[in-house]
Nanobody, 122 residues
Framework: VQLQAYGGGLVQAGGSLRLSCVATGRTVRTYAIGWFRQAPGKEREFVAAINWSSGSTYYAADVVKGRFTIFRDNAKNTTFLQMNSLEPEDTAVYYC???????????????WGQGTQVTVSS
């Protein structure tokens, strides 16, 4: 499975961004997709995940705080992370990853995209 993340950029606090993760590969439809982020000097942290088959979603409540939504377009093999009410603390490189099922543990994911930078200015 190959993953390509898009959609990062510079946005003012309170703004919105939509990240996309395009998955390609023969068995892509069997995988869950997770979003993680890593800020400078900090460890990578879980943001959200979605199971491909059931559509079940998982969020890091303390990170998302009701502001982010993960959803997918099966026809396009694309998973999205809609981020609203962005805060400077959301500044990080955002990565998408594919694994057998949605999980907050990064070790559960077998494939990773290259990351996309999100910068939120105050």
């Amino acid at each position: 499975v190959q993953l390509q993340a898009y959609g990062g950029g510079l946005v003012q606090a309170g703004g919105s961004l939509r990240l996309s993760c395009v998955a390609t590969g023969r068995t892509v439809r069997t995988y869950a997709i997770g979003w993680f982020r890593q800020a400078p000097g900090k460890e990578r942290e879980f943001v959200a995940a979605i199971n491909w088959s059931s559509g079940s979603t998982y969020y890091a409540a303390d990170v998302v705080k009701g502001r982010f939504t993960i959803f997918r377009d099966n026809a396009k093999n694309t998973t999205f992370l809609q981020m609203n009410s962005l805060e400077p603390e959301d500044t990080a490189v955002y990565y998408c990853a594919a694994g057998d099922r949605g999980s907050s543990w990064s070790s559960m994911y077998d494939f990773w995209g290259q990351g996309t930078q999100v910068t939120v200015s105050s």
